[in-house]
């Protein structure tokens, strides 16, 4: 079982819906990060987190320490969404441990 | 351009052959990161600059991987005698020194090995 679990992998919406991307940790963090890659390669920071819930525009990031999960929120989707979203976690030490993403389509 | 910023963007190399790759973090960074990342796939962790010392290496870094970081500003990524298995996409990143502080990544740098 790997350490970090995101779900769905894939996940395709209408313009406008409302997205959640989940993941799950099996370690105690220090914090967790929720990431955004663009075909291309290029990884953008969207939230850091270690506790309670952050919000920029129309993201929404929560996480419960206690059941070690996490949610990605997206209002209003936008074709322009369209990414993979990663999921990570930093425990004690330095290095960060990732999900495997969730590959999100949003349809005109 | 203030980013991360990594060289080259591709390579292709043969089977044996030796590569290196650069990483130049955000000037103001002192802890930098490589992580490699196969198609699929979230990206591992392969080892950790503080400054200049080399704090962790995963054990995904064979002894064919070396990094250095020998002024604490940009980084090198070697691979000797590559294999077909290193074809990935090998990202840096960097932040600043505090535990709320964003991870910044560059765009990375494509290896393909034939």
Known sequence: KNEVEQSPQNLTAQEGEFITINCSYSVGISA???LQQHPGGGIV?????????????????????????SS???????PRDSAVYICAVRGGAQKLVFGQGTRLTINP | DTGVSQDP????????????????????????????????????????????AQLEKSRLLSDR???????????????????????AMYLCASRQKGP??????????????L
């Open chain 1, 32 to 34: 967790l990060h929720w």
């Open chain 1, 72 to 78: 990605l929120h997206i209002t209003a989707s936008h």
């Open chain 1, 45 to 69: 920071s969207l939230f850091m987190l270690s506790s309670g819930k952050k919000k920029h525009g129309r993201l929404i990031a929560t996480i419960n320490i206690q059941e070690k999960h």
């Open chain 2, 100 to 113: 709320n502080e964003k991870l910044f990544f560059g765009s990375g740098t494509q290896l393909s090995v």
């Open chain 2, 9 to 52: 963007r591709h390579k292709i190399t043969k089977r044996g052959q030796n590569v290196t790759f650069r990483c130049d973090p955000i000037s103001e960074h002192n802890r930098l990161y490589w992580y490699r990342q196969t198609l699929g796939q979230g990206p591992e962790f392969l080892t950790y600059f503080q400054n200049e």
């Open chain 2, 65 to 87: 991987f070396s990094a250095e970081r020998p002024k604490g500003s940009f980084s090198t990524l070697e691979i000797q005698r590559t294999e077909q298995g290193d074809s």
